[in-house]
T-cell receptor, first 113, second 113 residues
């Protein structure tokens, strides 16, 4: 499903480096999210945005920041990467409304050495 | 704290049989519950949604039940096929947005031919 596109798909970086993960969508959804997935744990919400001017912290926002450049673009930054940020990162979108499911990209696998 | 649990052990079944996956939750009163499928290297894909006032929902070979007294949802795949092999995620949603979505860690299903 190319409606939600994440770049890069894989990234290896060193401790202390700043890194940005990008997400773009063609679904026309206002709401965008960044999740992190670790083995044995459920997806955990890092940040979410209900529109271009609205940014909210999720469950695990420490060490991360986001930017909503446009309705279709939502990027996640790790200011100073550390090894325990090694994980699979997913961007998702949804329509407004409580019945709206999440539409995920195919993820970015990030390794911090 | 709010918790959602899925069987961490993989489920192995024979083709043609019915697969049943369990999702239990505590300290949470979801408005509705979603099930997603995730294939290796891909993002989760939405399958079904069931509301708190619904007991059962069906879609083709899929059936979901939701028991708010037991705090449990069961996900059934009838006449299972090897192509059904994937990880299945349960997600609880309360309110009007993904920011109140909690995911289980998922159960891996293997269907043998």
């Amino acid at each position: 499903d190319a409606d939600v596109t994440q770049t890069p798909r894989n990234r290896i970086t060193k401790t202390g480096k700043r890194i940005m993960l990008e997400c773009s969508q063609t679904k026309g959804h206002d709401r965008m999210y960044w999740y992190r997935q670790d083995p044995g744990l459920g997806l955990r919400l890092i940040y979410y945005s209900f529109d271009v001017k609205d940014i909210n912290k999720g469950e695990i926002s420490d060490g991360y920041s986001v930017s909503r450049q446009a309705q279709a673009k939502f990027s996640l930054s790790l200011e100073s990467a550390i090894p325990n940020q090694t994980a699979l990162y997913f961007c998702a979108t949804s329509e407004a409304g409580k019945n709206s499911p999440l539409h995920f990209g195919n993820g970015t696998r990030l390794t911090v050495t | 704290s709010q918790k959602i649990e899925q069987n961490s052990e993989a489920l192995n079944i024979q083709e043609g049989k019915t697969a049943t996956l369990t999702c239990n939750y505590t300290n949470y009163s979801p408005a509705y519950l979603q099930w997603y499928r995730q294939d290796p290297g891909r993002g989760p894909v939405f399958l079904l949604l069931i509301r708190e006032n619904e007991k059962e929902k069906r879609k083709e070979r899929l059936k979901v039940t939701f028991d708010t007294t037991l705090k449990q949802s069961l996900f059934h795949i009838t006449a299972s096929q090897p192509a059904d092999s994937a990880t299945y995620l349960c997600a609880l949603v309360k309110g009007t947005g993904g920011f109140k979505t909690i995911f289980g860690a998922g159960t891996r299903l293997f269907v043998k031919a």
